[in-house]
Structures are given as C-alpha cells and as structure tokens.
C-alpha cells in the first residue's frame, strides 16, 4: 500500500477566496485522482490528474473553479477557486496503482466556507 | 450511466452480531467491485474487493457477495464489534483508469 498524504487537513476560509490543497505520495504513481465528499454525502469524483496532461474533469466540475496541477509523479495539487460556502466539503486525494487493485486514499481536507 | 445505491442507509447491531450491509449497481460493464469504511475524520479505508468472474470472497471477518444477475452486492461483517463502527461505501471500477462511483454509504452501528 501506498502512504498518502493531504494538507492541509481542514481549513476555515472566507467566502472568495481560494484555497490549495496538496497530496504527496510515498511513490511513484500515474493515476491520481480528487473527490469531493460533502456533508453526510458519499464520494464524487472530481478530475482525473495525470503526470504530463491535462486534468480530465468529470460532469459538474470546470478547470476555472477547480484547477489541478500535476508537477511529478508523487504530487499534486486541486485548488478550489473562488469558494462560496457550498464548497464545504472534504476534498480526498487517491490514487491507483493498476487494474483489479483497489484505490488508495489520503485523509482528506475538511474544508469550511463561512 | 452509472448508478451505484445502497438498501440501507443506517444499520445497528449488537456486539457480537452478524453485519449485513448491500449495496445495488445499475447496469454496468465494470468487472472490479470494492467496499472501503471510512471512519470519523478519515479518508476511505479498503475492506475488501471481488471480481465479476467470482461470486463469494472471503477476508478477516469479513465476506463479500456478488450477485451479477441481480446486480447486487453485499459485505457480510461477523461478530461484529465496535470498532466497526464506521460508515461504509461500495464502489465500483469503471473503465481502465481507476476512478470509482461510490454508493451512498450505509452508516453502522454496533451497541454495546
């Protein structure tokens, strides 16, 4: 298994502004993704983030509101643009490391628009 | 498109009880079925998987059922404790990329 880690791990920020969230990987990966966890709810998949192209971002999320960088192959970046509070939700980083394997997660970061 | 539902979304049980939570899949091609439990303040943890070509998987206290005629999924948990305690997602894999359509959650209780 793979150590993944997320900063920050919850954060307060005021409607308007942006905030980035980072996951570090222990190793080396290709397949990275970001979801999106509201209140109460499950998990919903935000973009795909792979090493050397552009983000692919899943029905309902725009690069503009969530951009993503993708510098190697051991980190990433998802960065909510703009927040309202509806952004409140906890953003989880995973990744995969092949075919009939399961899908590793980082903490999350708790994040709260007032 | 893709659905993935839950029977339950709240489950309790005695200490020492056997678990049942189920989990529904629409119509799908995805040959790769997983269940994670996420605890308080954490992210998805992985339980178990199986694959379409099985029906029955068994780990630590643990079993999955695949029912693909019904399209249905289950996590068995035995003698349960509290440390279950925990809300728990089933996801499937769709397409060759990894990413997961999760289920609505099914929250479990264990009493004392």
């Known amino acids: 298994s793979a150590v993944i880690s997320q900063k920050p791990s919850r954060d307060i920020c005021q409607r308007g502004t942006s905030l980035t969230i980072q996951c570090q990987v222990d190793?080396?990966?290709?397949?990275m993704f970001w979801y999106r966890q509201q209140p109460g709810q499950s998990l919903t998949l935000i973009a795909t983030?792979?090493?050397?192209?552009?983000?692919?971002?899943e029905s309902g999320f725009v690069i503009d509101k969530f951009p993503i960088s993708r510098p190697n192959l051991t980190f990433s970046t998802l960065t909510v643009s703009n927040m309202s509070p509806e952004d409140s939700s906890i953003y989880l980083c995973?990744?995969?490391?092949?075919?009939?394997?399961?899908?590793?997660f980082g903490q999350g970061t708790r994040l709260t628009v007032v | 498109g893709e659905s993935v539902g839950l029977h339950l979304p709240t489950l309790s049980v005695q200490e020492g009880d056997n678990s049942i939570i189920n989990c529904a899949y629409s119509?799908?091609?995805?040959?790769?079925f997983i269940w994670y439990k996420q605890e308080s303040g954490k992210g998805p943890q992985f339980i178990i998987d199986i694959r379409s070509n099985m029906d029955k998987r068994q780990g630590q206290r643990v079993t999955v059922l695949l029912n693909k005629t019904v399209k249905h999924l289950s996590l068995q948990i035995a003698a349960t404790q509290p440390g279950d305690s925990a809300v728990y997602f089933c996801?499937?894999?769709?397409?060759?990329?990894?990413?997961?359509?999760f289920g609505k959650g099914t929250k479990l209780s264990v009493k004392p």
């Open positions: 983030a792979n090493q050397g192209s552009e983000a692919t971002y």
């Open positions: 996801a499937l894999v769709t397409g060759s990329q990894g990413n997961l359509i």
């Open positions: 995973s990744i995969w490391t092949g075919l009939n394997t399961e899908a590793f």
């Open positions: 119509n799908s091609a995805s040959d790769y």
């Open positions: 190793s080396q990966v290709t397949m």
